[in-house]
């Protein structure tokens, strides 16, 4: 049986590094893979984050001529007058934001703020189906 005070000390501390090496390529192929796979939530999650507000600006152009409308945003309220303002806007917002996302995309807050965002936008989407279903009750009655 062999004891590792035997073993000369060069020789222990080869194996040990020898050991950490492969460790550290290990986790570091996990890390590259687990960050490739949120590289692609993050992109896939701002593509749905980008339609989504999409639909958000088309909804609120649509209802800013309802009289039982109101914008609660104070700086979109201010251009419901000028709607190329308001488009440029909600675009220059969105790629704002989308810019500091895509630069942190390897990191675990950015999918977390990616995901809450797109939770956001899906239930005020919810919001507005349901505003325009009110709305449309108010003013026309149902087909029977």
Same mark, same amino acid.
């Given at each position: 049986?062999? *004891?590792?005070?035997?073993?000369?000390?060069?020789?222990? #501390?080869?194996? =040990?590094?020898?050991?950490?090496?492969?460790? =550290?390529?290990?986790? =570091?192929?996990?890390?590259?893979? @687990?960050?490739?796979?949120? #590289?692609?939530?993050?992109?896939?999650? =701002?593509?749905?984050?980008?339609?989504?507000?999409?639909? *958000?600006?088309?909804?609120?152009?649509?209802?800013? *001529?309802?009289?039982? !409308?109101?914008?609660?945003?104070?700086?979109?309220?201010?251009?419901?007058?000028?709607?190329?303002?308001?488009?440029? !806007?909600?675009?220059?917002?969105? @790629?704002? @934001? #989308?810019?500091?996302?895509?630069?942190?995309?390897?990191?675990?807050?950015?999918?977390? @703020?990616?995901?809450?965002?797109?939770?956001?936008?899906?239930?005020? #989407?919810?919001?507005?189906?349901?505003?325009?279903?009110?709305?449309?009750?108010?003013?026309?009655?149902?087909?029977?």
């Amino acid at each position: 049986m062999t *004891d590792s005070t035997h073993i000369p000390a060069r020789a222990r #501390s080869a194996g =040990l590094i020898r050991w950490l090496t492969v460790a =550290l390529r290990r986790s =570091l192929r996990r890390f590259r893979t @687990a960050t490739q796979g949120r #590289s692609r939530r993050v992109f896939l999650l =701002l593509v749905l984050l980008w339609l989504l507000n999409g639909f *958000d600006l088309l909804f609120t152009i649509m209802a800013g *001529d309802l009289p039982h !409308f109101n914008e609660a945003n104070p700086i979109a309220a201010g251009m419901f007058d000028h709607p190329y303002a308001l488009i440029a !806007f909600k675009v220059g917002a969105v @790629a704002f @934001a #989308s810019t500091i996302l895509i630069l942190f995309r390897r990191h675990r807050t950015a999918e977390l @703020a990616c995901w809450c965002v797109c939770t956001v936008y899906m239930a005020l #989407s919810f919001l507005w189906m349901w505003f325009f279903i009110r709305y449309e009750g108010m003013t026309q009655p149902w087909p029977t």
